[in-house]
Nanobody, 117 residues
Framework: QVQLVESGGGLVQPGGSLRLSCAAS?????????AGWYRQAPGEQRELVAS???????KYAEAVKGRFTISRDNAKRMVYLEMNSLKLEDTAVYSC??????????WGQGTQVTVSS
């Protein structure tokens, strides 16, 4: 059974930083697995924040470029999202996603990030 468990969310002031972690189990994590972070704010559609391929290629939403950094540790089956210079509009539920060519597409339960003064 594949499980993705996110952690690291919370309340932070504008300009602050958070680091989200996603721990994967039940799935190999090296080849042909793209991992990503998505977010959904109240009343909004879910959107891709950042993704990283098994080869290390990354993609970011325009709104977070230069502020967020996605990374992965294949040996530990972990995905991270370093978030700096947080803004009010970054408030959302952040979810981890893993897309495996052989196993399918999986989601974590999400972690709340609230940016507020």
């Amino acid at each position: 059974q594949v499980q993705l468990v996110e952690s690291g969310g919370g309340l932070v002031q504008p300009g602050g930083s958070l680091r989200l972690s996603c721990a994967a189990s039940g799935i190999g994590f090296s080849m042909y697995v793209t991992a990503g972070w998505y977010r959904q704010a109240p009343g909004e559609q879910r959107e891709l924040v950042a993704s990283i391929t098994s080869g290390g290629s990354t993609k970011y939403a325009e709104a977070v470029k230069g502020r967020f950094t996605i990374s992965r540790d294949n040996a530990k089956r972990m995905v991270y999202l370093e978030m700096n210079s947080l803004k009010l509009e970054d408030t959302a539920v952040y979810s981890c996603n893993v897309d495996s060519m052989s196993r399918g597409n999986f989601w974590g339960q999400g972690t709340q990030v609230t940016v507020s003064s």
